[in-house]
């Protein structure tokens, strides 16, 4: 079963990608599962400067999902490159840098910086990280300053970008299309949704930062809605995230309008989900009647008159 897609000129062998920050650079991974056998390894955010994240508690379990408030920790762009790039290509995984900056002229830095350097796929702009005082979610909210930050990034490299949009929106449409107005070859689709919780025994907020962003099972709905919402109005490349912990669960995201899936908080609990969720994939292709994953991309049923009335 051919599993290859395409999103935008990014060729993926496979639409099963491993989610910023729930993968760290693959190192602890690797023992577990094999990388190039992924669509793809997207990197934690990486900035130009180290950056220690915040301070813990920082990870709270709720019903159906996770609160982090990590802050982005990373190592930074220097000792990225130097000591966890050439692990990941000796790897041989298709490698997507997640990058960050707190200011436009710091994700041009890193734009330009990785368009020099071999061995990676593409980049992902996240600019909706909620657990940042400057920068991330920032930029993700209006769809002006969107539209900038990819305007910024294509204009210092040829890679192919994605935009990693914030649920944390009125209309995940008019960010979708700033996006791709601003250079964007494709959209990943979500990250996490602002949440809060509190132990009642302390009445103490769970995270030392009091709001984090819940991931996990408890947001695919709303992850599977805005896949649908922006695939429908716009027909761009979209990557879907958002609790993916099952192959049931990724199906319902190609349906909606996705062409890849990336797992995040789902590999805490199975390393191996990607692989487990790429083979059944192909399993149920195959059971439906359907050639290839560009089939089912957006292939959902529904009535004509049901669809005029959304
Ligand atoms: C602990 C943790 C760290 C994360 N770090 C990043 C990050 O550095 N950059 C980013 O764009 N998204 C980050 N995310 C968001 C995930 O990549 C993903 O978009 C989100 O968690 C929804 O997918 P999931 O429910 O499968 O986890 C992080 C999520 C978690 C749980």
Known sequence: MNLKTKIGKLVLQNPILVASGCFGYGEEY?????????GGVVTKGISLKPRPGNSPPRLAETPAGLLNSIGLENVGVDRFVEDKLPFLRKQKACVIVNIFGESLGEYRKLAEIFNDIDGIAGLEINISCPNVERGGLEFGLKPDSTRKVLETVRGKTSLPILAKLSPNVTDIVEIARAAMTGGADGLTLINTLKGMAIDVNTRR??????IGGLSGPAIRP????????????????????????????????????????????????????????????????????????????????IEKSKRRKE
Do not use: H, W
Not at 205 to 210: G, M, Q, T
Not at 230 to 238: H, M, N, T, W, Y
């Open 30 to 38: 690797a023992p577990l599962l094999d990388l190039s056998r992924l």
């Open 205 to 210: 907020p769970k995270l030392a930062r009091v």
């Open 222 to 301: 709303v992850a599977v809605r805005m896949v649908y919402e922006v695939a429908r109005k716009l027909s761009v490349p979209i990557i879907g995230a958002g609790g993916i912990d099952s192959t049931e669960a990724a199906l319902e995201f190609f349906i909606a309008g996705a062409r890849a899936v990336q797992i995040g908080t789902g590999l805490l609990i199975d390393p191996r989900l990607p692989l487990t969720i790429g083979r059944e994939l192909a399993g149920y292709l195959d059971n439906q009647g359907l050639k290839d994953i560009e089939s089912l991309v957006g292939n959902m049923l």
